[in-house]
């Protein structure tokens, strides 16, 4: 059966190290076909976490296993203690108890009898039954104290009366701790909490700041050197802290409760998912605003209208927006936004005096802001 285990173990591992590289190779993908950094580093994180989730799950599991195992432990011993004073054997006693229910502990009992009924010695059985239940340090402790009893020629029953009081008391114990320390456990969610608004807090104020510096200056200081840097790079930066704070403060929350870091998997899980929704939510859609404006408003025939706009996008310039404008003839232009986020357009007035509409479009990353401007043209 450890054999088994340790099979699957490796398996496991084997199986989520081969995973890995996908969420790396799609994000390179998408880096390749033009995808926004924020969308690759999302994807990739995401990713990264789909794969190593289920190894997770499947590890928590095991351990909730053996913590209900572990708590309906001191029941067994006790019925095997009272059985023995009823004058059976501990097979008897064994067999007896398999009849009852014990959580995830009945599976492995039920084994333990059926090696019993095949006429195995009590000590190997034994020995075997605490081999399935290996992964638990109180109950490969108890087993042990027990067989030793057993080949000592002491009170089994004694023993396991005393053991099984014992038990109960470090369980008591556990269960106290446990009580105690929730209070610990909602400190940390509140502080996780907090930790994500001051986050969110920080890059709404970093949005304009970063938009005036990447225009010329702030305060009089402008920014040195060649390379700047944008909103999308605190974006990225801001998402992936708050995923670390959440993996970290999930796997301290599992040892202050449980003991246990593979515990704190449930409260890494809602700690990534709560990271992940309000992100997608308040941080990652962006607004684009566009100022335009067309001067002069009235021009004579064959005169001159300059249209001139800026794009920008969470107080960051757009760069390489699309812009579409179509004449009062239907004729298409077509123009991008500068580094700066600027266009400019000169529209030649037709040689009739009348009243036109130009029309403008803009576009960036799927968000598309239309506009309508009428131009008086005299004689």
Not at 156 to 177: C, F, H, P, Q, Y
Request: with cysteine; proline share 4%.
């Amino acid at each position: 059966m450890v054999r088994i285990n340790e099979l699957k173990k490796q398996k496991k591992l084997y199986y989520t190290l081969l995973a890995l590289p996908v969420p790396v190779v799609l994000g390179l993908l998408a880096f390749i076909f033009g995808a926004s950094s924020t969308f690759v580093i999302s994807l990739v994180a995401i990713g990264l976490i789909c794969v190593v989730l289920p190894s997770m799950i499947i590890s928590f599991y095991e351990f909730r296993s053996i913590k209900s195992s572990e708590d309906n432990f001191p029941n067994f011993l006790d019925d095997l203690s009272q059985s023995s004073s009823a004058g059976m054997n501990l097979p008897q006693a064994i067999k007896v108890a398999s009849k009852t229910q014990y959580g995830k502990l009945t599976d492995h009992i039920k084994q333990l009898n059926i090696w019993l009924t095949w006429n195995m010695a009590f000590p190997s059985a034994w020995k075997k039954f605490t081999k399935r239940l290996d992964k638990s340090p109180l109950i490969r402790r108890v087993n042990g104290i027990i067989i030793e009893a057993f080949n000592g020629g002491g009170d089994v029953n004694k023993t396991l009366g005393s053991l099984a009081s014992d038990v109960n008391i470090i369980k008591d114990m556990e269960a106290e701790r446990r009580s105690i320390m929730q209070q610990q456990i909602i400190i940390m969610y509140i502080i996780f909490f907090v930790f994500i608004g001051v986050i969110i807090a920080l890059y709404k104020i970093l949005s304009p700041i970063l938009y005036v510096q990447q225009i010329g200056s702030f305060s009089g200081i402008g920014i040195q050197g060649s390379g700047t840097l944008s909103i999308e790079y605190f974006r990225n930066l801001f998402f992936v802290m708050t995923l670390v704070e959440a993996v970290c403060a999930g796997l301290i929350a599992g040892q202050i409760a449980e003991e246990r870091l593979v515990a704190g998997v449930k409260h890494i899980v809602i700690m990534t998912a709560s990271t992940i929704l309000i992100f997608f939510l308040f941080v990652f859609p962006t607004t684009l605003t566009v100022d335009i404006s067309a001067y002069p408003s009235q021009t004579f025939t064959e005169g001159k209208v300059t249209f001139t706009g800026k794009a920008f996008s969470e107080g960051a310039p757009v760069t390489g927006a699309d812009v579409t404008i179509i004449n009062y003839d239907g004729t298409p232009i077509n123009l991008f936004t500068d580094n700066a986020g600027e266009f400019r357009y000169v529209w030649n007035a037709p040689e009739i005096p009348g009243n036109y509409t130009v029309a403008l479009t803009i576009e960036h990353e799927g968000e598309v802001k239309s506009f309508r401007r009428s131009i008086f043209v005299g004689d």
